[in-house]
């Protein structure tokens, strides 16, 4: 049996300090981590990496719930395949453990919280920018595309692919810019 662990923040600002060394202090032989949101599995390379990694009878460690899951069916489908593969899941800072029935279900309960929070941000981060709208101080983000470089392409005898190559952007987005 391998104890391993699994550390996440959600941004390349934050560190992942705190987390592997509780991991390590749980007795974890291996310690995967990464920076990447947790709002989906997409895209969390570590996260396919320590699944791929772990064999029957191995421990999976986080320190919270929200490490592994935002979103109810994610953690479902996460603990499902774990279960599959004879992998039991434990939580350092919060009563989880899949070895048990308590445990299962404080983890069900927990995943349905951590969702809630992730929808409450959303919420609130889509009522500041309405606001700020209003205010007329959100503007959204800055065009990434020099429009007048794209026409003085196209009059040059360039095509949609040519000139979407020559800026670095997309085929579609030079079609945008020339149908205005």
């Known amino acids: ?22 991991l390590n202090s749980a007795g974890c032989e291996k310690v995967f981590s990464e920076k990447v949101s947790g709002a989906s ?3 969390r390379e570590e996260l396919q990496r320590i699944l791929d990694y772990v064999r029957g009878g191995d421990e999976l460690v986080i320190t919270r719930i929200d490490r592994l899951a935002r979103s109810v069916k994610d953690l479902q489908d996460i603990v499902g395949f774990l279960k599959e ?9 919060q009563p989880i453990d899949t070895t048990t029935a308590a445990g299962k279900c404080f983890l069900d309960m927990l995943g349905v919280f951590a969702e809630f929070e992730t929808n409450l941000r959303k919420e609130r981060q889509m009522e500041g ?19 007048d470089e ?11 692919t040519s000139i979407a ?9 030079v079609y945008r810019v020339l149908a205005e």
Do not use: C, F, H, W
Request: glycine letters at 12%; hydrophobic letters at 35%.
């Open 41 to 43: 599995t997409i895209g």
């Open 150 to 160: 794209v026409r003085s392409l196209k009059e040059q005898g360039l095509g949609a």
């Open 85 to 93: 593969k004879g992998v039991s899941l434990r939580a350092t800072e």
């Open 165 to 173: 190559k020559e800026l670095g952007i997309g085929r579609a987005s």
């Open 129 to 147: 920018i309405a606001k700020a709208k209003d205010r007329g101080a959100y503007k959204g983000r800055k065009p990434s595309i020099n429009v």
């Open 1 to 22: 049996m391998t104890t391993v662990g699994y550390a996440r923040v959600s941004t390349i600002d934050q560190d992942l300090t705190v987390q592997q060394e509780a």
